[in-house]
């Protein structure tokens, strides 16, 4: 076992000697050895390797002197663009953003040499165009934490404590073993089994009071993360079709809670808007937000219930 670890860190430091000397004129020896964090000889030896597999590494002497790769030789990342090398910096930025970690880090400086090497010299942040940010703009730390946590329990196959809020503002604590992690549009869910229901659920991470690491570890069930969260999707009994219509004052919010796919916009510029929501305190909660500014056309039952809660409000002020 001890030998097959060892082969892997060896394989690891060549490829990683490699991107960095594609990404980088010249590199001294002791660089890399303080890179790689083993002794000039391994560096040496390393150097050797890479010679005899067809890698024309170059030994330059003196002050400026270090070990570069022949300017003429190519290897086979030609079969990428430079605007698709690009791109993939990019996505890794963006996931690197809610998961962090070693190997990504290591993936992303391997990439960005492969860009640099390139002539484009756009590997840096200073020569992005797109950004790509998978945390919501209010409480990013707070986001971030859980992200972590999740990704921990995932690696450690470790059980995860959960404080949650469901649908109809009703917190429970639940036990899960988690499955893997899913982003929908800006909404990150954790799909996990639950001890307490005995079955597959789905949580989102913004309605998790509560998220705790526990010690206790689980083993893996035999179950495809995409499966999975092709099966969850299709759990809707909770859901109804739903029609609404907006009025021309609230345009705005009303593209950025919605599909636009969902959206008319009539000739005297109301919004009609069909879509199939979970039902329950987050949809009338919603709903209540836009005021006087929508209407419920469709089903009726959600007409009265939200005149109902706005009796309630109005009595409330008036008690």
Same mark, same amino acid.
Not at 32 to 47: G, K, P
Not at 238 to 248: A, E, R, S, T, V
Not at 302 to 316: H, N, S, Y
């Given at each position: 076992?001890?030998?097959?670890?060892?082969?892997?860190?060896?394989?690891?430091?060549?490829?990683?000697?490699?991107?960095? %000397?594609?990404?980088?004129?010249?590199?001294?020896?002791?660089?890399?050895? !303080?890179?790689?964090?083993?002794?000039?000889?391994?560096?040496?030896?390393?150097?050797?390797?890479?010679?005899?597999?067809?890698?024309?590494?170059?030994?330059?002497?003196? %002050?400026?002197?270090?070990?570069?790769?022949?300017?003429?030789?190519?290897?086979?990342? &030609?079969?990428?663009?430079?605007? !698709?090398? &690009?791109?993939?910096?990019?996505?890794?930025?963006?996931?690197?953003?809610?998961?962090? #970690?070693?190997?990504?880090?290591?993936?992303?400086?391997?990439?960005?040499?492969?860009?640099?090497?390139? #002539?484009? #010299?756009?590997?840096?942040?200073?020569?992005?165009?797109?950004?790509?940010?998978?945390?919501?703009?209010?409480?990013?730390?707070?986001?971030?934490?859980?992200?972590?946590?999740?990704?921990?329990?995932?690696?450690?196959?470790?059980?995860?404590?959960?404080?949650?809020?469901?649908?109809?503002?009703?917190?429970?604590?639940?036990?899960?073993?988690?499955?893997? %992690?899913?982003?929908?549009?800006?909404?990150?869910?954790?799909?996990?089994?639950?001890?307490?229901?005995?079955?597959?659920?789905?949580?989102?991470?913004?309605?998790?009071?509560?998220?705790?690491?526990?010690?206790?570890?689980?083993?893996?069930?035999?179950?495809?993360?995409?499966?999975?969260?092709?099966?969850?999707?299709?759990?809707?009994?909770?859901?109804?079709?739903?029609?609404?219509?907006?009025?021309?004052?609230?345009?705005?919010?009303?593209?950025?809670?919605?599909?636009?796919?969902?959206?008319?916009?009539?000739?005297?510029?109301?919004?009609?808007?069909?879509?199939?929501?979970?039902?329950?305190?987050?949809?009338?909660?919603?709903?209540?937000?836009?005021?006087?500014?929508?209407?419920?056309?469709?089903?009726?039952?959600?007409?009265?219930? %939200?005149?109902?809660?706005?009796? !309630?409000?109005?009595?409330?002020?008036?008690?």
């Amino acid at each position: 076992m001890e030998c097959k670890e060892g082969t892997r860190l060896k394989l690891e430091r060549l490829l990683g000697i490699t991107m960095l %000397l594609l990404g980088r004129r010249r590199v001294g020896a002791q660089e890399l050895a !303080e890179r790689f964090e083993v002794s000039l000889r391994t560096i040496y030896r390393d150097l050797e390797t890479l010679n005899m597999a067809g890698i024309p590494v170059i030994s330059y002497p003196g %002050l400026s002197g270090g070990y570069e790769i022949m300017e003429r030789y190519r290897l086979e990342r &030609q079969y990428l663009s430079c605007d !698709e090398l &690009q791109s993939i910096v990019t996505a890794l930025r963006g996931v690197g953003s809610a998961l962090s #970690g070693e190997e990504l880090s290591s993936l992303i400086d391997k990439v960005i040499a492969l860009v640099e090497r390139s #002539g484009n #010299g756009s590997g840096s942040s200073s020569g992005e165009r797109v950004l790509i940010d998978l945390h919501p703009w209010k409480e990013k730390e707070r986001h971030q934490a859980m992200l972590r946590t999740i990704h921990e329990a995932l690696d450690g196959c470790r059980l995860l404590s959960i404080v949650y809020l469901d649908w109809q503002g009703t917190s429970s604590e639940r036990m899960v073993e988690p499955v893997g %992690l899913a982003l929908k549009g800006y909404i990150w869910y954790l799909h996990a089994y639950c001890l307490k229901r005995g079955d597959y659920r789905t949580f989102r991470l913004n309605r998790m009071e509560q998220l705790d690491l526990l010690p206790e570890t689980f083993t893996r069930r035999d179950v495809d993360l995409r499966e999975l969260d092709k099966r969850m999707a299709c759990q809707d009994s909770l859901k109804i079709d739903l029609k609404l219509l907006f009025h021309p004052s609230v345009k705005t919010r009303v593209l950025d809670d919605y599909d636009r796919s969902f959206i008319v916009i009539r000739d005297d510029g109301w919004l009609e808007v069909a879509d199939r929501e979970e039902q329950g305190y987050w949809l009338y909660s919603r709903l209540l937000s836009y005021g006087p500014h929508v209407k419920v056309v469709d089903p009726p039952y959600v007409a009265r219930k %939200l005149m109902d809660q706005v009796a !309630e409000i109005q009595a409330l002020y008036e008690a």
